[in-house]
């Protein structure tokens, strides 16, 4: 079967006249050329060069043949140097997948930001919290969070975290009382995120000591901002991320509870099938992606941010129960 440099060979040949010529300009002895274009010819069954001490000359079969070789060659070498064009900066299709409320709260409103900083760049941004398959379904990218990752087979690189918080309404906590350390949560209405790792299980770390406390509640539901709703309404507490309610933490519309108590950040990862030769345009995603998830971590958000008379009767209320 002819390979490339076989082709490129009898190409140079045919150009230069010359064996010997066209052997140096593709680094190889007279010999290697000579015994290259005669397996050339032996896998197309045909002569290609009339060759004589004094003249070389195409047979008929080798001006046909070298027709269709340039149109060939020159083909790939246009596809070589759109790739090269594609290595050197941002620009076709990106395809990524991404979960949906994660995306709504803290992504999608910086995407123009992106494309007018990459203008050779098209996004097809899939929003869907189910686990795509990146190969099979043709994404490059795919931003998953998470404890750990499921899919050992892709490329993985941290670009955030999120933190989480347990809150209520006041509402709520003036009807059920404030708790004060992980198992009181066997006594509230614990709203259940069914998508998370830990949909039946709230970790609680402080001072060196970890709590797995197993939770219950009547209201289990995929969708974190439905999460979010059902926490102003006053009907439960629940782990949420903080990015989710932080205006709500700020106004004093949700209270932070279980003061001294910190939960494992929810790790933010950017999957791609294979770190060779990585596009340019799913490097920039990365990055700016990266750059949007650090401006939302780390935020202060007040341990009680409603007014300390307002939580300390709250809790002289729990404690009187």
């Not at 190889?28 to 000359?57: C, H, Q, V, Y």
């Not at 004093?252 to 279980?258: F, I, P, Q, W």
């Amino acid at each position: 079967m002819e390979s490339l440099p076989a082709l490129r060979l009898f190409r140079a040949i045919a150009d230069l006249g010359s064996f010997a010529a066209a052997a140096r300009s593709v680094g190889l002895s007279p010999a290697g050329a000579s015994k290259a274009i005669a397996e050339l010819e032996a896998d197309l069954g045909t002569r290609l060069f009339n060759r004589t001490t004094r003249r070389l000359n195409l047979t008929e079969a080798g001006s046909l043949y070298l027709e269709q070789v340039r149109r060939a060659l020159g083909e790939l070498e246009e596809a070589r140097d759109q790739l090269a064009n594609l290595n050197a900066e941002p620009t076709g299709l990106l395809r990524v997948s991404a979960p949906m409320t994660s995306s709504l709260v803290l992504l999608t409103e910086r995407i123009p930001e992106f494309l007018c900083q990459y203008p050779k760049v098209s996004l097809d941004l899939d929003l869907n919290d189910r686990r795509v398959d990146l190969v099979r379904d043709g994404f490059d990218l795919a931003l998953r969070g998470g404890l750990r990752l499921e899919d050992g087979n892709l490329m993985s690189r941290k670009i955030g975290a999120l933190c989480h918080v347990l809150c209520a309404a006041p509402a709520y906590l003036e009807r059920c009382g404030v708790p004060q350390a992980p198992e009181d949560l066997t006594r509230h209405e614990c709203i259940r995120f069914s998508l998370s790792g830990h949909a039946h299980e709230w970790t609680f770390l402080r001072n060196g000591q970890t709590v797995r406390q197993r939770i219950t509640g009547r209201y289990q539901v995929a969708s974190s901002l439905a999460v979010r709703d059902a926490l102003r309404a006053g009907f439960g507490l629940s782990l949420i991320p903080r990015a989710y309610v932080a205006q709500d933490l700020a106004s004093g519309r949700l209270v932070r509870l279980l003061d001294g108590w910190t939960t494992p950040d929810v790790t933010v990862y950017a999957l791609y099938p294979s770190r060779r030769h990585l596009p340019p345009k799913v490097r920039a995603f990365i990055e700016f992606a990266t750059g949007v998830l650090r401006g939302h971590t780390g935020t202060a958000v007040p341990q009680g941010p409603a007014p300390d008379h307002q939580l300390q009767s709250l809790q002289l209320t729990y404690q009187q129960d």
